[in-house]
Nanobody, 123 residues
């Protein structure tokens, strides 16, 4: 299983970024994909995930209305469109393969992880 994130960078507050998670080495339909983030000194936090069965989506309250997760099955890629970014969104963002429960995200529901991509939002 290989997950490779890209699209991170430095952006001013109010700006946008789109993260990509390219998956390989497994049957893409067999796992849901989630996005997590970890800021310095903080625990890893679930941001959003999407189910493969019906493309249902889950979002953390802190990103609802600003972030959008989507999937391109033809490219085995999941995207995270991030708008209206704030300095509080600064973190390393990881994608992971596992199970996206609609009741909420937890890191231990995801067994394979990418290496992460840094997102820095300046004020």
């Amino acid at each position: 299983v290989q997950l490779v994130e890209s699209g991170g960078g430095l952006v001013q507050a109010g700006g946008s970024l789109r993260l990509s998670c390219a998956a390989s080495g497994f049957t893409f339909d067999d796992y849901d994909i989630g996005w997590f983030r970890q800021a310095p000194g903080k625990e890893r936090e679930g941001v959003s995930c999407i189910t493969k069965t019906d493309d249902a989506t889950v979002y953390a309250d802190s990103v609802k209305g600003r972030f959008t997760i989507s999937i391109d099955n033809a490219k085995n890629t999941v995207y995270l469109q991030m708008n209206s970014l704030t300095p509080e969104d600064t973190a390393v963002y990881y994608c992971a393969a596992g199970v996206c429960f609609r009741r909420g995200m937890a890191a231990d529901h995801f067994g394979s992880w990418g290496q992460g991509t840094q997102v820095t939002v300046s004020s």
